[in-house]
């Protein structure tokens, strides 16, 4: 299973950007998708994620401002970004939690990580 990633970019303070990952290979089920980030100097941290039954969980950090939504038959998920802050600066990368058959168990795949830069 690959992941490719898109969006991201540049923004100022209080704009918008939407990213998009999409889920290729093969895929029986994506019980869990979604969106951590990595900052400068910091751990990775989880940003949102949303499950096969449309259960959302977000960071505190960002909730209110940023929608993670999944379209499972395309197998994408998108993080729509708004009122962004410096802070929000950093690295994104999608995480999916897929089966590749009925039988074998779960692969956690990473994408390639999109930058998100946010000017004051």
């Known amino acids: 299973v690959q992941l490719q990633a898109s969006g991201g970019g540049s923004a100022q303070a209080g704009g918008s950007l939407r990213l998009s990952c999409a889920a290729s290979?093969?895929?029986?089920?994506?019980?869990?998708m979604g969106w951590y980030r990595q900052a400068p100097g910091k751990q990775r941290e989880l940003v949102a994620t949303i499950t096969i039954g449309r259960k959302t969980e977000y960071a505190d950090s960002v909730k209110g401002r940023f929608t993670i939504a999944r379209d499972s038959p395309k197998n994408t998920v998108t993080l729509q970004m708004n009122r962004l802050k410096p802070e929000d600066t950093a690295v994104y990368y999608c995480?999916?939690?897929?089966?590749?058959?009925?039988?074998?168990?779960?692969?956690?795949?990473w994408g390639q990580g999109t930058l998100v830069t946010v000017s004051s």
């Open positions: 995480n999916v939690r897929v089966f590749s058959t009925r039988t074998q168990p779960a692969d956690n795949i």
């Open positions: 290979g093969m895929i029986f089920s994506i019980p869990e």
